[in-house]
């Protein structure tokens, strides 16, 4: 079973960066969709931004232009890259790996950031 793994949450001022990393405990193969979702206290998750393994990405629109998402396959790990963070950033954020024709679908378990005005 593969797990995933978030890191690099946590507390930052308005206008600052955070950089997200997920990695995978197993191997993944096949064509897919890595992504990141996020909620905020009594909202339902959303997407944040979307990243194939062929290297596409889609954003959502609250989040361009400030966020990065990347990834490296070799290592199995996606990455988010958050800069002029704003208040309404502030959720608990969850990677999705998920193989095109639904072989797999795999969440991470969340990470926390808040964003401090």
């Known amino acids: 079973q593969v797990q995933l793994v978030e890191s690099g949450g946590g507390l930052v001022h308005v206008g600052g960066s955070l950089r997200l990393s997920c990695a995978a405990s197993?191997?993944?193969?096949?064509?897919?969709?890595m992504g990141w979702y996020r909620q905020a206290p009594g909202k339902q998750r959303e997407l944040v931004a979307t990243i194939t393994s062929l290297g596409y990405t889609n954003y959502a629109d609250s989040v361009k232009g400030r966020f990065t998402i990347s990834r490296d396959n070799a290592k199995g790990t996606v990455y988010l890259q958050m800069n002029s963070l704003k208040s309404e950033d502030t959720a608990v954020y969850f990677c999705?790996?998920?193989?095109?024709?639904?072989?797999?679908?795999?969440w991470g378990q969340g990470t926390q950031v808040t964003v401090s005005s």
């Open positions: 999705n790996f998920r193989e095109i024709w639904g072989n797999y679908d795999y």
């Open positions: 197993g191997t993944i193969s096949g064509i897919r969709i």
